[in-house]
């Protein structure tokens, strides 16, 4: 695959060169430092991350590419999913996140019970709160 310099790779993609240098910083997208230091891009990793690539603007006045002669094999057609395929995995993911939910809200209400049910057992454990008992007192006491 052709590696690109920043400003060949913003040709092929409609985005500023901002946008570009974030998203490498925040690892968006792989980029490769050159034998001077400056950082390369892979066509193929513009494709995966921006989507079609528009080849026509890298082209040269002399009717020559850049100086990475890229080919249509280099930029292939981005693989489209069927509509209906996403929703039958949408919907599947729905469904298990769905049982997963109620196990866990199934947990949570045994958990509580189980609470409820040492808290009891504490109380039960407890001696016996200490009352006014009337004591006698010692008849030849004297006080």
Known sequence: ??????????????????TLYSDMDKGVISFQLDA????????AELQRVYGTLNISKLENPNGQNGKHNLTT????????????EMVTL???????LET?????HEREQHLLDMLKEQQKTQQLMLPAPK?????????????
Request: charged share 35%.
């Open 1 to 18: 695959m052709s590696k690109l310099s920043v400003t060949e790779a913003l040709k092929l993609v409609d985005i500023s060169k901002t």
């Open 131 to 143: 009352g006014n008992k009337r004591t006698w007192k010692h008849p030849f006491r004297l006080t």
């Open 36 to 43: 001077k230091g400056r950082k390369c891009i892979d066509v």
């Open 100 to 104: 997963e939910l109620s196990i866990a």
């Open 73 to 84: 094999s280099d930029i292939s057609e981005p693989v489209q999913t069927d509509d209906s």
């Open 90 to 96: 949408l919907k599947s993911h729905i469904e298990r």
